[in-house]
């Protein structure tokens, strides 16, 4: 009897942690329901349609979304709760070091762990796995592909159209602007021209996301389910060169004379080369330094070496940011329980999810450590990723990727040794080119 029978139960956790991710979480939840009930008061046809569904007269449930100090009932939650899940995971051990599985103010806990037991879709926060599959399949991270719609057709009557998050277009873009800008025309292209859908498919169940995961063309939009914890786990394997650890949060269970009855152990496994892995991570640091969660930088003011991806679902149903330092690896999902919910017009994970990771990893590196396994473990604001010895950079053209030219706009890209671009640029090859009219 775990309540009688003086068990000593030790695990992973670090208290000090779960209190500042509840804190960030909460405060941001709080803010993330008064956005949906704002939208979802201006929008008639929804408020008659679930008012009919509650069997409530309209002016109630417009008095529920109204007042903030007004409990919502438990028969309404599953629609009307913004709800979320969020965990900490030591990045080089894979381990639990906190964990919240959703809205924990006292009127709201409920027994249903988010992080672990509800499978959403990941929209972006998917897209690492199919940029990694190509670079696997020797593309380099300036590969270009055209920022232009496709049209597919399902069937005689069904046809897809996608499009990128803000209807933008646009001409050739490299896989590292498609990844920073999270352009769903380039997942989408990468998946068409590149690789195909049962590769990627095969990456993510290497990075231990849960079956079924659909080959399907649609993979490249992260249609696929998947676990909070799971997604935060392969993330963690990205920041950890490639080595996945299976997450636990109890290590051993002792009897109160001190006898071991459980242990309990980690599986450890190499998922992806270390090169491979390198350049992925790269790929993703661009998003926090100069992309969609640069906030993290010139909004958090967060200036340690890290890399993550933002992640939104069609409608803002879910919204996602994962990311990690070499030390620590923080997975954050927002949304309502029932999926037909949206969140609001303009929550994107940038704006819904990113700022509980910002602030949580902001003053766990103000704290400058965390606990682990009875041991303090510094935390280095300074401390980056290794190159491997196989990986070279080289100043490229960034509108052609060749080598850069005295008269090219260029910037340091890494490759695979052996698969740089040999030739300069030709198309800026003298300083009259780049002024010649098209």
């Not at 602007?177 to 989408?188: H, K, Q, Y």
């Not at 299976?246 to 051993?252: A, D, K, N, R, T």
């Not at 998003?287 to 909004?299: A, E, L, M």
């Not at 340690?304 to 996602?320: E, L």
């Amino acid at each position: 009897n775990i309540y009688e029978d003086g068990l000593n139960i030790k695990t992973t956790l670090d208290y000090k942690l779960q209190q500042i991710l509840e804190q960030a979480f909460n405060n941001t939840l709080k803010k993330n329901q008064k956005i949906f009930n704002n939208d979802l008061l201006t929008d008639k046809k929804k408020l008659g349609k679930l008012s009919r569904e509650f069997e409530i007269e309209e002016d109630s449930l417009i008095n529920i979304l109204k007042n903030d100090t007004l409990l919502i009932p438990k028969e309404f939650r599953s629609k009307l709760l913004v709800q979320g899940a969020a965990v900490i995971l030591d990045s080089q051990h894979g381990h639990i070091l906190s964990m919240v599985g959703g809205r924990n103010e006292p009127e709201y806990l409920d027994f249903f762990n988010r992080s672990t037991q509800a499978k959403r879709q990941p929209g972006s926060v998917f897209k690492p796995f199919i940029y990694l599959t190509a670079l696997e399949d020797g593309f380099s991270p300036c590969k270009q592909l055209l920022n232009q719609p496709l049209v597919f057709f399902l069937d005689d009557t069904t046809r897809w159209n996608p499009q990128n998050h803000d209807g933008s277009v646009g001409g050739l873009t490299s896989l590292r602007d498609g990844l920073r800008r999270s352009l769903n025309l380039i997942s989408v292209r990468v998946v068409q021209e590149l690789v195909s859908p049962r590769q990627v498919r095969n990456t993510a169940l290497r990075f231990g996301l849960s079956k079924p995961i659909k080959a399907v063309d649609a993979i490249a939009l992260g249609v696929t389910e998947v676990y909070p914890i799971e997604i935060t786990s392969a993330y963690s394997a990205i920041s950890n060169n490639g080595i996945l650890n299976s997450p636990l949060s109890i290590v051993s269970i002792n009897d109160n004379e001190g006898r071991e009855l459980k242990q309990f152990f980690s599986n450890s496994k190499e998922v992806a080369d270390e090169n491979d892995i390198f350049l992925i991570r790269d790929l993703m640091k661009s998003v926090v330094d100069s992309g969609t969660g640069g906030s993290i930088r010139w909004k958090y003011k967060f200036y340690a070496p890290a890399a993550g991806k933002t992640g939104t679902t069609n409608s803002k149903t879910d919204a996602w940011f994962v990311g990690f330092t070499p030390q620590i690896t923080i997975g954050v999902w927002i949304g309502v329980d029932d999926p037909s919910m949206v969140l609001g017009k303009k929550q994107y994970g940038s704006n819904a999810a990113l700022p509980i990771f910002a602030k949580t990893i902001k003053e766990i590196y103000n704290r400058g450590y965390y606990q682990y396994l009875d041991k303090q473990i510094n935390l280095d604001s300074k401390l980056g990723w290794n190159i491997p010895n196989d990986i070279e950079s080289k100043n490229i053209c960034k509108e052609t990727c060749c080598l850069k030219t005295d008269w090219c706009e260029g910037d340091k890209e890494f490759f695979k040794v052996g698969n740089s671009p040999l030739n300069e640029c030709e198309e800026f090859s003298n300083p009259l080119f780049r002024f010649n009219s098209p």
